[in-house]
């Protein structure tokens, strides 16, 4: 008998967060102004340097997004294609360009690598003009480049 009560107990508590009324489901806070999700990051191409070259760079382009839904963008490289991506640098500008030639100080190495790029977009009360902070957007599947 206890079991029972404590399923429809724990099954009424599930249906009834459920039924919450949510302004906008990326804001679990109720932020009205927070809008959507940036766009998604299109065609993207990485180039890696050529071995004559001393200075080993990656050189990563996109396609814009429009200023109203993207502040900039977060590039993330990885050592495999299911690997875990590590922030290796941001675009504070909306520019589809990167240049990726060193991380903390630590040059780009000849190796093989993946990229992936996602979109931000900053958000600040309409109000009162205080920052709420950045919705960061899907990052684009991976893109493999070879430095020599």
């Not at 500008?93 to 190796?111: A, L």
Request: charged letters at 20%; glycine letters at 10%.
């Amino acid at each position: 008998m206890r079991n029972i009560v404590l399923f429809v107990l724990i099954l009424s508590l599930l249906l009834a967060s459920a039924c919450l009324k949510r302004n906008n489901p990326l804001d679990p806070s109720g932020n009205a102004g927070i809008g959507a999700a940036p766009e998604n990051v299109s065609n993207l191409v990485c180039v890696g340097s050529v071995a004559s070259n001393p200075q080993k760079f990656v050189r990563l382009n996109w396609d814009v997004n429009s200023d109203e839904t993207t502040s900039g963008y977060y590039v993330y490289r990885g050592c495999s294609y299911n690997s875990d991506f590590a922030r290796v640098g941001t675009v504070e500008s909306n520019t589809g360009q990167f240049i990726h030639t060193e991380t903390n100080g630590v040059p780009v190495m000849p190796g093989r690598y993946w990229y992936q790029v996602s979109g931000f977009k900053d958000h600040y009360d309409p109000d009162s003009g205080q920052y709420w902070g950045r919705l960061e957007g899907r990052r684009t599947s991976p893109a493999y480049v070879e430095v020599k």
